[in-house]
């Protein structure tokens, strides 16, 4: 259905098999995967509220909320090379 219209609305992201593995790559080589564990209820309270912010997601969020606690601690900005 790529490129067929769908509830009125026509596909912008490539589908099927071939992209899924063209995107898991891309994943897979430009990010590290961490496992946060929070109280029941936390996420979808943090998602809610990310969302309230105009974060485009939960994991910027988390990852802005991160930076400004390292510089409010440090007084410097977080920074990583890119392995």
Same mark, same amino acid.
């Given at each position: 259905? *790529?490129?067929?219209?769908? %509830?009125?609305?026509? &596909?912008?992201? $490539?589908?099927? *098999?071939? +992209?899924? *593995? +063209? ?10 995967? +961490? %496992?946060? +564990?929070? $109280? ?6 943090? @998602?809610?509220?990310?969302? %309230?912010? #105009?974060? *485009? ?9 991160? @930076?400004?606690?390292? @510089?409010?601690?440090? #007084?410097?900005?977080?920074? &990583? %090379?890119?392995?």
């Amino acid at each position: 259905m *790529a490129g067929q219209q769908a %509830e009125g609305k026509k &596909w912008t992201v $490539p589908r099927g *098999a071939a +992209a899924t *593995a +063209a995107k898991n790559k891309y994943r897979d080589n430009k990010y590290d995967r +961490a %496992e946060l +564990a929070v $109280p029941k209820g936390f996420k979808a309270r943090m @998602k809610q509220i990310a969302q %309230e912010q #105009g974060y *485009a997601s939960y994991n910027s969020y988390v990852l802005e909320a991160i @930076k400004e606690k390292y @510089k409010r601690d440090t #007084g410097e900005e977080l920074t &990583w %090379e890119n392995g």
